[in-house]
């Protein structure tokens, strides 16, 4: 079982930039995804951004496609999701997600994709 730790979040004003970590322990993670996911209370939880650690392929969902970017020190068995031009309505609670993986060239949207999870961290944009 893979433990995640994910850090990073906080407040930012609109057009600002935010750095979340998220960190893994409990397996290397060379032939694992990772995930970012968010969630607003009261909707469910939505696909942000994954990397396939075995390919090396990376994929953004559209709303943040230019502006986020995501990337990983496998040495340090952690993760990055780098968000510039935050908007408000990127307010939410950003979850860490890792799942092995079936093959090299597949992106991994869905959260039944990924068996761990990390606890949230909240990233709060102000207009």
């Known amino acids: 079982q893979v433990q995640l730790v994910e850090s990073g979040g906080g407040l930012v004003q609109a057009g600002g930039s935010l750095r979340l970590s998220c960190a893994a322990s409990?397996?290397?993670?060379?032939?694992?995804?990772m995930g970012w996911f968010r969630q607003v209370p009261g909707k469910e939880r939505e696909f942000v951004s994954t990397?396939?650690?075995?390919?090396?392929?990376?994929y953004y969902a559209d709303s943040v496609k230019g502006r986020f970017t995501i990337s990983g020190d496998i040495a340090k068995n952690t993760v990055y999701l780098q968000m510039n031009s935050l908007k408000p309505e990127d307010t939410a609670i950003y979850y860490c997600?890792?799942?092995?993986?079936?093959?090299?060239?597949?992106?991994?949207?869905?959260?039944?994709?990924?068996?761990?999870w990390g606890q949230g961290t909240q990233v709060t944009v102000s207009s």
């Open positions: 997600a890792s799942g092995p993986v079936r093959s090299r060239f597949s992106v991994y949207r869905l959260e039944t994709d990924y068996a761990s």
């Open positions: 409990g397996r290397t993670l060379g032939n694992y995804a």
């Open positions: 990397i396939n650690w075995s390919g090396g392929s990376t």
